[in-house]
């Protein structure tokens, strides 16, 4: 962390940390379209989402003052073995955390992580509202595309809720090279084992 956030700690997640980030997250189910999950997970299913993605990725949390702020992951981009160098990251937030740079600190963690796994591609599946209103914005387009992303694909009016249609979009991010011999990606059990 740098000088002017001393309070500020990122970490690997753990099953502990289930409580604190369902509670962030069902703050997007049932108040928001970002996400187009209608119901908010049992406890039991954020603690299994949080074991099986530790398995293979980097699941992390940001702190103030030791309190959960914000969570990142990636997932996997696709299950075939041609795509192993490519991952999908999700990253929420505190509802009242957005905009003071908390995200653009895990998304910058998350990424050196990746980068010495192996990873070459970072995407992000964004719904995305054809006009902003109460439920959707474009901010995490906004926010994407600060740190890098440009989007790649736009598919229109497939999600459907709090009786509105919305959109998704597909950004990317190049983090590292594509050579004729490429070595496999380090699982994130590897690469803390390799640490």
Known sequence: ???????????????????????????????????????????????????????????????????????????????????????????????????????????????SLLKKMGFTNLYACIAFPEEEDAYLTRDSEKFHKKLGFTTVANFARCGYKFQNWYGMIWMEKIIGPHLKEQPPVLTYEELMQNS
């Open 1 to 111: 962390m740098s000088d002017n956030t001393p309070n500020l700690r990122i970490r690997p997640a753990t099953e502990a940390d289930a409580d604190r980030i369902l509670a962030i997250y069902s703050y997007y189910v049932e108040n928001t379209s970002v996400t187009y999950e209608y119901e908010v997970p049992a406890l039991e299913v954020v603690t299994q989402r949080i074991q099986n993605t530790r398995k293979r990725y980097p699941y992390l949390v940001i702190e103030d003052e030791g309190v959960i702020m914000g969570y990142c992951y990636a997932s996997s981009f696709h299950p075939r073995a041609a795509y192993q160098w490519c991952c999908e990251l999700s990253i929420y937030l505190d509802k009242d955390a957005r905009r003071c740079g908390m995200g653009r600190l895990l998304y910058q963690e998350m990424e």
